[in-house]
């Protein structure tokens, strides 16, 4: 058996060194591109446009929009935008057609954890900057990639807001259900060490395989273990899925998601979603001015309210924008560096600033809760609060 291990790893070895090799040459190649003449600034994007409908494409163009009408080093922004239908290999074919592009300067998304860290670490032997705008793993910045910055709250921070939003609501006793995964498990593990750290309990924990789910057992599980609210740690078409097996089963305990308000949603569960909370990285009500003047402007542009993902992408090309305008370059660590030591700026998603890992530091968390036959309508704010140091249950990421 050892022997015929050995054989095989022997003939994989050519594979694996061409591949090194290739990506290498992306690096090189990229860095000689940044540093010669162009009359562009490529931006590949990565992400579920048609499953998701949450306005990130009309955010990165309104940006792309204003950025180019303003100028950029006597350059325009081209956003070359692929879906990766939520699909694996798709997503890594993706990951390696943008590497493979020496023109490119760098990449925005993904929504998927494991996506999101198996492109990361694409990105990262070929020297491509990426602004992951999804993704939440607590994991993914840990592994001192120097091309990784992440624009979005990781699951720690998540946890830690979300435990107190839901004791200050008085639940005590939680019930967690989980995407088995990068996502799912980090967050079901901060959860239950933050609720910890609060003296609430954990009286029932479970994980499922994204897919088609049949929930009926859970619920039966969950009637039996009693919780006060049930965290639903998993995305959309899940989401809804079991919303709609636990209210047609007459499992009435609260619930509180990690799943956004996507027309999926909806077609699922319809008025079942009546009650049911989830927490949000955005407020499109927010009271600052770079908010009410996104807002403004999206309105005119696209005519409807803007997503928490459009306002997402928004920030995302324009904190890539304030970097080469700050640096005067394109080359990719150039700008990685430059966006970790930024001083804290203003974005229509609230503030940012990053730490020396290319990790966000802070933001407000909203909980928000489905009205019948309106927008859901936010029931309350956690104000970031520093964390303790970010703990991890050593769950693989694969990549």
Known sequence: MKRTLAVVLLLLLPFAIARYASFRQSSAMRARSAGGPSDEILVGVAWPFADNQDGMDNGLILAQE????????????????????MDREESRRLAVEFSRNPSMVATI???????????????????????????????MTTRGFRYLIRSVLPNDR??????????????????????????????????????????????????????EVDFRQTVDELKEA?????????????????????????????????????????????????????????????PS???????????????????????????????????????????PLDLAYAIRYMDRWEGANGSYKFDSTGELEDKDLYLKMFREGGKPVVIATAHPVPPAPPVHDQLAVPY
């Open 158 to 211: 998540i946890a830690h807001s979300v435990a107190r939003l839901c004791t200050d609501r008085g639940y005590r006793n939680f019930a967690m259900v989980a995407e088995d995964g990068p996502f799912g498990e980090d967050l079901m593990f901060q959860a239950g060490t933050a609720l910890g750290s609060l003296n609430a309990s954990t009286v029932y924990q479970s994980t499922y395989i994204p897919g």
């Open 66 to 85: 204003e950025i180019n009408a303003r100028g950029l080093l006597g350059k325009p922004i081209r956003l070359l935008m692929r879906d990766d239908h």
């Open 109 to 139: 998304g993904y929504y998927d954890d494991k996506f999101a860290a198996r492109a990361s670490a694409i990105f990262e032997d070929t020297g491509l900057l990426h602004i992951v705008a999804g993704a939440n793993n607590t994991y």
């Open 289 to 331: 001015p770079e908010n009410r003047e996104f807002v403004a402007r999206y309105r005119h542009r696209f005519g409807e309210d803007p997503e928490p993902y459009a306002a997402q992408g928004y920030d995302a090309l324009r904190i890539l924008a304030k970097a080469i305008r700050t640096t005067g370059s394109t080359n």
């Open 226 to 286: 009693g919780g006060d609210v049930i965290l639903f740690l998993g995305l959309e078409h899940e989401g809804a899925t079991f919303i709609k097996a636990a209210r047609g089963m007459g499992l009435q305990t609260p619930i509180v998601g990690a799943f956004s308000d996507t027309p999926e949603m909806h077609e699922i569960a319809g008025p079942l979603l009546n009650g049911v909370m989830f927490y949000e990285i955005y407020d499109v009500n927010s």
